[in-house]
């Protein structure tokens, strides 16, 4: 350290040297009022500190000299760590973060600095002055601090430097502090600082990291959507390090934005496939011979937080990722740090094996594995085998291969840490169903009495909820409940008898049964208060049931009752003086006996039960001929079914911790019903509502909502619009087809109108003419500006069909973060997909090819949307239409003149036959029938050239093949109408379409 810090040596010898507190806090109150002298600051202990935080900027010492302020402002950071209040040097440390000096911005702290900040400092005494604003500042202040907006500027300002150590320690503050304040402010120049092309790695990461931070804290504040692919483009960094801080952020970006970040998807498989298939890694990212670990739980975990793919080349490539990764668990690992990341890895595999298919081979195997993973010794491996069998059993059709291990998993309802019997009662809970209800439960009553106070609130919600769900008989439903009571006492909620109540009520052949049990119970010496108040509502609604079977008369009912009351709570005696009340109805022997009760309670300090036994001693004082007490006593009508309300207790108390769980614990229906919740194609409390009804929406008269009738009907204007014209005797209908055939360029056809609708197409001055020249024509240019050209290749046969694209990089810079996807508007109609996985660099002046197979399903009218994205300097986006239109999957057809007028006769108008009207160009002020016919045929229609007398209409005929509609028929007649008006320097002409039902 310097010779000229001596002074904040020595106060830290003199410090380490008092041997009593006393002296301690003597030496430390000197020193802090020598500061306070030389500052001439007021701290924030003055009164009025806020209104002079200005006058205190203004009012240092201007003699001191910047060593000092660095060494009075280091005492004041010393004297904080060590745990006492400090009140003042904060304007110093603005007044440091503000200094252009890195001495005075920084301080480094105990542990070697990086080569980084070695280099960057100016000597060896400035990497270890121990002066620093931005080190005072995250200390000293606090997120709500009003000295934050005087630092602001100062952040930014480094934050916008070209010095990346600046913008570390910038970044390091906003991380540290937050606030809503420095996240609004700042967020943006944290975003700039990761998207910068020129921002070395180590920057990046933190600055992936900062801007984690802020949205946890502050998520409202960061336009996650509108970042969205510019961040995930960042995962496919060529250097791990940033990928696997990119990757954190995506990961709690893409939970609360499932859709933004869809193209995750595709990068994350990507770079697993590179490290895992590839092994494309630096040997410095290797951890015990596992390729960085951190990075692929983290993208296997975040694949799961997505719905399988309907891509088979993604599937095929997971499938290989998947296997590979249970084939090198296979082999035994001696090494703990290697198993450790091994086994991280694995986890995580197989719970994305179990989200893509239950029911594959992975999963079988792994089934395997995690039976031995269960009997481990170490803990941690234990309490992950218990978890991910409580996945597979929450999405498994089948728990056979579960059961097996049932004696194992009920063992670690014992096991020696409590995290491990946590598991093991969420995968009993999760494993329970009719057959092995009453060994489950069973155990789990025994385990309950010495079970840990912390977990048996949960474990009696769960076996309320499994005794309820999988009871074998509502006896047994009602002995388990009566015996959970009993065994969890103060444990048990409210739910659990508000739920026993409704279920006898509503069940008549169990109103006698459990009356008797419930009398039973309550002879017990002590017993629980819930307990008691189930007993006193049965026995006041049915213990007129069994008041004539010995040792159930109402005397010795209303004696054990009372025996109980005087130990219970003023609700739960309030609950008892309404079954006396109704006894008074049923049990005249008793009558005088409930008479004095409601008579002593009419005298209480309680008011409710005062009040209440008021008014019940009136009721039961009134003549027996009176109708009043008969009809305020009439038996409670059974309650409307409804959802149980233990669930909603249960998973609320599960609520979503910081990486949100893709399932939840519970069985496969539980899990169904809350992916169809989350989709909103689940009706309200599954099949009824909290009232009875179906869930449908209903007016208040009780019919269904007008709107709901009228969903699905197009009310737009150009719906209703018809053309009543009739043409060569072939009315005129609206057009099932794009009018993709057309020789001349239109801005956007109909079919694609939808598409654009949800994704904005890229428009350039040829991209129309192209796309439009490719619906006839099976190779051309595509797209082309001045970084990429796209060069297109097709061919189809049948149904199927068969696409090559040519990528080409036109810089003499490669394109990094290249990807390729495909959206389709209906996949029941139309599969496209690619055939192996787009690379994700294009290399400088050269090509690559890509292959993508498709397949036409059933009818379609909307052409795939091609979305590519790649980074050249910045963030690039393109989105195409690929031409894969209806036509192409024609197969053209030989027909007669006569054949072919008696299929046309067989059509029989609309809607099986549809007319369209639009212009084309003129070539010399005639129709080009040449170029006419060429579109004919390129649309793969057959050419008739004897059927029609006139030469310049065209007539063609062809069959659509699909794989899933079978075949259909199709005639064409193309009709130029020279004396039709004119619309834009050319003649109309009528393209009519007629096809043919399969079969036909």
């Given at each position: 350290m310097a010779s000229n810090m001596r002074g904040l040596t020595q106060f830290i010898a003199d410090i380490r040297a008092a041997?009593?507190?006393?002296?301690?806090?003597?030496?430390?109150?000197?020193?802090?009022?020598?500061?306070?002298?030389?500052?001439?600051?007021?701290?924030?202990?003055?009164?009025?500190?806020?209104?002079?935080?200005?006058?205190?900027?203004r009012r240092i010492d201007a003699s001191l000299t910047s060593t000092q302020r660095k060494k009075y402002v280091a005492k004041i950071i010393f004297t904080y760590i060590l745990g006492y209040k400090v009140d003042i040097g904060h304007m110093e440390a603005v007044n440091l973060i503000s200094s252009s000096k890195y001495s005075e911005k920084q301080i480094v702290r105990r542990q070697q600095p990086s080569l980084c900040l070695q280099r960057a400092a100016k000597s060896r005494d400035d990497m270890f002055d121990f002066i620093q604003g931005y080190l005072a500042v995250t200390l000293l202040m606090h997120e709500n601090s009003d000295f934050l907006r005087l630092v602001v500027n100062s952040i930014r300002k480094d934050l916008e430097s070209h010095s990346e150590i600046n913008n570390c320690l910038a970044l390091h503050a906003i991380a540290n502090v937050g606030g809503d304040e420095i996240a609004e402010a700042l967020a943006p120049d944290v975003h700039r600082l990761l998207i910068s092309p020129t921002s070395q790695t180590f920057v990046k990461k933190k600055a992936a990291l900062t801007l984690l931070r802020l949205y946890r804290k502050q998520p409202q504040v960061i336009p996650a959507e509108e970042w969205a692919l510019r961040i995930v483009s960042i995962m496919e960094d060529p250097d791990l390090g940033v990928a696997v801080c990119v990757t954190s952020l995506v990961l709690a970006l893409a939970q609360d934005h499932l859709d933004a970040y869809a193209i995750c998807y595709h990068k994350a498989v990507g770079r697993l496939q590179k490290l895992i298939i590839d092994h494309e890694y630096p040997p410095e990212y290797i951890y015990y011979k596992v390729p960085t670990p951190w990075l692929q739980v983290k993208l296997l975990r975040l694949l799961q937080y997505y719905p399988p793919s309907d891509d088979p080349t993604l599937r095929d490539a997971l499938d290989r990722i998947l296997q590979a990764i249970l084939n090198a668990s296979s082999e035994p690992i001696k090494n703990v740090q290697h198993n450790n990341a091994q086994n991280a890895i694995l986890f995580e595999a197989i719970g994305l094996a179990i989200h893509l298919d239950p029911r594959s081979s992975l999963v079988t195997s792994a089934t395997t594995l995690l039976a031995h993973f269960i009997l481990s010794k170490e803990t941690n491996v234990r309490y992950l085998g218990l978890d991910t069998l409580a996945h597979l059993a929450a999405r498994a059709d089948s728990l056979e291969q579960i059961k097996k291990q049932q004696k194992t998993i009920l063992l670690s309802l014992r096991d020696k840490d409590i995290s491990v019997r946590r598991r093991a009662l969420d995968l009993l809970y999760s494993m329970c169903d009719v057959d092995n209800a009453e060994l489950i439960v069973g155990e789990l009553l025994r385990y309950l009495k010495v079970a840990d106070y912390g977990l048996r609130e949960e474990m009696v919600l769960k076996i309320a909820i499994s005794t309820e769900k999988f009871a074998t008989s509502y006896k047994w439903y009602v002995d388990t409940i009566l015996q959970l009571i009993s065994t969890a006492g103060d444990h048990v909620g409210d739910e659990v008898w508000y739920r026993v109540v409704q279920i006898v009520t509503n069940t008549e052949d169990l109103q006698e049964y459990a009356a008797k049990v419930t009398f039973e119970h309550l002879k017990n010496p002590t017993c629980h208060e819930s307990l008691i108040k189930i007993g006193g509502y049965i026995l006041g609604e049915y213990g007129h049931v069994i008041a004539d079977a010995p040792g159930y008369s109402p005397t010795e009912q209303f004696q054990l009752l009372q025996s109980k009351a005087n130990f219970c709570s003023a609700p739960t005696r309030a609950l008892l003086l309404s079954t006396y009340l109704k006894w008074v109805n049923v049990f005249p022997e008793v009558k005088q006996h409930l008479l004095l009760v409601f008579d002593r309670y009419s005298h209480v300090l309680d008011s409710e039960l005062q009040q209440r036994a008021c008014e019940y001693l009136a009721i039961a004082s009134r003549p027996e001929e009176d109708e009043l007490l008969t009809n305020i006593c009439e038996e409670m009508p059974p309650f409307p079914a409804r959802e149980s309300s233990l669930l909603a207790r249960l998973n609320k108390k599960q609520g979503d911790t910081e990486d949100k769980r893709t399932w939840i614990v519970g069985?496969?229906?539980?899990?169904?019903?809350?992916?169809?919740?989350?989709?909103?194609?689940v009706r309200k409390g599954g099949v009824l509502d909290g009232n009875g009804t179906d869930g449908k929406a209903q007016t208040p008269n009780g019919v269904d909502s007008i709107l709901g009738d009228l969903q699905g009907l197009d009310l737009s204007s150009s719906a209703a619009t018809a053309d009543n014209g009739v043409t060569n005797g072939l009315p005129n209908a609206k057009s099932v087809m794009p009018p993709t055939t057309s020789p001349s360029p239109v801005a956007i056809p109909p079919g694609a109108q939808a598409s654009?609708?949800?994704?904005?197409?890229?428009?350039?001055?040829n991209t129309e003419r192209w796309y439009e020249r490719l619906t006839y024509m099976s190779e051309s240019l595509l797209y082309e500006d001045l970084q990429l050209q796209i060069g297109y290749k097709s061919e189809f046969h049948g149904h199927l069909g068969r696409l090559a694209l040519y990528f080409g990089n036109k810089l003499s810079t490669p394109l990094t973060s290249f990807s390729a996807t495909i959206e389709v508007a209906d996949p029941e109609t139309l599969s496209v997909s690619f055939a192996k996985m787009p690379p994700s660099t294009?290399?400088?002046?050269?090509?690559?090819?890509q292959i993508i197979n498709v397949e036409c399903k059933n009818i379609f009218t909307t052409p795939p949307i091609l979305k590519i994205?790649?980074?050249?300097?910045?963030?690039?986006?393109?989105?195409?239409?690929?031409?894969?239109?209806?036509?192409k999957f024609f197969e053209p057809v030989k027909l007669a003149a006569p054949e072919f007028f008696e299929r046309w006769k067989l059509i029989g108008g609309p809607p099986r036959e549809a007319q369209l009207v639009f212009p084309i160009g003129l070539v010399n002020g005639a129709v080009d029938v040449e170029r006419q016919r060429k579109i004919v045929e390129g649309n793969k229609l057959y050419l008739l050239t004897d059927v029609d007398p006139n030469q310049t209409n065209s007539v063609g005929a062809g069959v659509l093949h699909m794989s899933a509609a079978g075949k259909v028929g199709c005639l064409v007649r193309v009709e130029p109408s020279m004396a039709a008006k004119h619309v834009g320097g050319g003649s109309e002409r009528d393209f009519t379409v007629v096809a043919e039902t399969p079969g036909s």
């Open positions: 041997r009593v507190r006393e002296l301690e806090e003597k030496r430390i109150n000197k020193e802090m009022a020598n500061i306070r002298k030389k500052f001439k600051g007021m701290g924030e202990g003055t009164p009025c500190y806020r209104a002079c935080i200005i006058a205190d900027w069985g496969k229906e539980a899990n169904d019903e809350r992916e169809l919740k989350r989709s909103g194609t654009k609708a949800a994704v904005q197409l890229t428009v350039t001055p294009v290399t400088p002046r050269l090509q690559t090819q994205s790649y980074l050249a300097g910045s963030l690039q986006t393109i989105n195409l239409r690929l031409p894969v239109v209806l036509t």
